[in-house]
């Protein structure tokens, strides 16, 4: 039973710590939260003991290796924590919102054998695998085109706009990620629409957009499109279409149950989307957490590696330099 320690005790670090609890093959050796009610509460829920500090549970042995999903400025310094400790890592994304900063931990880790795998759980959604294999079995021929749609229920509270570091770096760097990993090569060129559309005001005030299209193109000319929405009143709409020279594969949004209603007023009537990403990836999530096992246990690659994060960093800062300046984006400009 590898022996996971959860730092981070918000929203998803809540999720986290009752995944690996449950996980046949792992097992939740404590927790950690600056915030110390927060700890506390998820240790008594969990059956586990509430770290006092970052630094006891890098310093236990009983401790075999770390979920960092903690506030986003600290994940590289634990990151790097870690590795002087020996201990494996699956980190939340992003790995930190400045790219110098990720390059500075790229450069203070390299070498480590240790896995180091980041949370770009939509790799491991059942949906989206499927396509990915589906494709790469040659099903629709030649790839063309990836079009991700990815649009949250509800624009989040005015305090994580704040924090969160912009739209590009928070939300759509999880398309980013999913793109390069549909697209199976590197996108060269980035070009991004935005603006403030759900609420304006407060977009203006913060500088900040919550509507966003991203178009990107790899070397040999494969095409991607991304759409983005705070504000999606149906549900959270996921959805991931590849279209090829023979053909099209869509992995498509989830609902609570498939039931549809036909009445005289309204045809195929269904429920709404899952409501939030606790739920729409609920199995991804508890994969993720089976690949890392994989990594400590059999020496597995990670499926989204540090570097993968560093490069879907890069696409953001690509789309907000393309947005700022209203034109194409080579990425080599900032890579």
Request: charged share 25%; hydrophobic share 45%.
């Amino acid at each position: 039973m590898l022996r996971m320690a959860v730092l981070g005790c918000g929203r998803i670090g809540q999720m986290h710590a009752a995944n690996v609890a449950r996980h046949p093959r792992a097992t939740l050796a404590g927790v950690y939260d600056l915030h110390a009610p927060s700890a506390a509460k998820v240790a008594e829920a969990q059956g586990v003991r509430a770290f006092a500090s970052a630094e006891e549970v890098f310093a236990s042995p009983q401790v075999d290796a770390v979920l960092i999903a903690t506030a986003t400025p600290t994940h590289a310094d634990y990151i790097e924590m870690a590795v002087a400790a020996g201990k494996a890592v699956l980190c939340e994304k992003p790995i930190d919102l400045n790219l110098a900063r990720v390059n500075a931990c790229a450069d203070r880790i390299k070498g480590t054998k240790l896995p180091i795998q980041l949370g770009f759980n939509r790799r491991y959604d059942p949906g989206h695998s499927a396509a990915r294999k589906a494709m790469q079995a040659g099903e629709i021929g030649e790839l063309h085109q990836v079009i991700i749609t990815s649009r949250d229920p509800s624009l989040p509270p005015r305090a994580y706009l704040e924090a969160a570091g912009g739209l590009f770096r928070d939300m759509t760097i999880h398309d980013f990620d999913l793109a390069r990993f549909m697209l199976g090569e590197e996108p060269t060129e980035v070009f991004a629409l935005a603006g403030a559309l759900i609420d304006p005001a407060l977009g203006a005030e913060l500088n900040e957009i919550d509507s966003a299209m991203v178009i990107l193109r790899t070397g040999s000319g494969k095409q991607c499109h991304i759409n983005n929405s705070r504000t999606a009143v149906y549900g959270y709409d996921q959805r991931v279409e590849l279209m090829g020279s023979k053909g099209m594969l869509i992995s498509d949004n989830r609902k609570p149950h498939e039931l549809r209603r036909f009445t005289a007023t309204r045809t195929e009537g269904a429920e709404p989307y899952q409501f939030f990403f606790l739920e729409r990836y609920l199995e991804a999530f508890m994969a993720e957490i089976d690949g890392f096992v994989d990594c400590v246990e059999q020496g597995a690659q990670p499926l989204a590696s540090f570097e993968d994060g560093r490069r879907a960093l890069i696409l953001a800062e690509a789309a907000y330099r393309s947005l700022a300046e209203r034109r194409l984006v080579q990425v080599a400009e900032i890579a």
